[in-house]
């Protein structure tokens, strides 16, 4: 038996679990971080909570005898990516990086495209007077200052009572989102500016449809830099990886 770890928190990860449980040899043991309160529970076995960094993640790897390890956590999930690359390393097993393909900017579109949170809002100063911050809750401090903006933030979970948080509403929703409710909102909140990650998939990809319709700015957040390694855009190469080192 072939024991594979999925490092989750997404719609992928999730869809990849429940196909390997149908896989005769392999045995696939998912872990999410704990961060949401009420996550979508995969298939199969299941850990929450952080490892302790790259020694634990390797101790872990070691302790459960895990022959394979898929990195299926969201694109901007920099830390555990990199720390899944440096302890499948350490004890010697392949690692993949399922990673869904990025959006790419279309005609119509009006993207003003940064590297990261602070660069976004600084864009947003003096140019912007209702925005749509669809990023999470762990990040809306950066703009917590732009007094003079409004600001409808969408978010799985509330951020922490002590967290700092822009003027405006909290709007608490998971994806995937459809293009009339997405239209709706924008047009109801007034809003003139969404600032986005660049996530890519389809769950959350209505908003940026919506913006394109209504000729609205978006400020969208490149993603960080991919650990070097073994990538997978989707399941089906996700699966064609694992049969490839399942019958060696």
């Excluded at 992928?12 to 679990?17: D, R, S, T, V, Y």
């Excluded at 196909?19 to 929450?48: C, F, H, W």
């Excluded at 978006?218 to 990538?231: C, D, F």
Aim: negative net charge.
């Amino acid at each position: 038996m072939m024991r594979v770890l999925i490092l989750g928190g997404t719609g992928e990860a999730a869809e990849l679990a429940a196909k390997v449980a149908n896989i005769q040899g392999i045995e696939a043991i998912s872990s999410l971080a704990g961060r949401t309160r009420e996550p979508s529970i995969p298939l199969g076995d299941l850990r929450i909570g952080g490892f302790g960094g790259v020694a634990g993640l390797a101790k872990y790897l070691h302790q459960m005898k895990i022959d394979l390890l898929i990195d299926a956590t969201h694109p901007f999930a920099t830390q555990i990516a990199l720390n899944a690359a440096d302890a499948a390393m350490e004890v010697k097993i392949p690692r993949l990086k399922l990673i869904r393909q990025p959006w790419e900017k279309v005609n119509g579109d009006r993207w003003i495209e940064v590297d990261n949170i602070k660069t976004a809002a600084d864009v947003l100063e003096n140019q912007s007077q209702r925005v749509f911050l669809s990023i999470g809750r762990q990040e809306i401090g950066a703009f917590s200052h732009l007094h003079q903006i409004w600001f409808l933030m969408r978010m799985i979970d509330p951020p922490e009572p002590q967290a700092l948080v822009p003027p405006g509403i909290l709007l608490c929703d998971r994806g995937p989102f459809q293009l009339d409710n997405e239209r709706e909102i924008l047009i109801n909140h007034q809003i003139d500016t969404i600032v986005s990650k660049n996530s890519g998939g389809d769950a959350t990809y209505a908003k940026i449809i919506a913006a394109r319709e209504l000729k609205l700015q978006v400020v969208m957040i490149s993603r960080p830099p991919v650990p070097p390694g073994e990538q997978a855009t989707d399941i089906d190469e996700a699966l064609v990886w694992l049969s490839q080192h399942l019958h060696r």
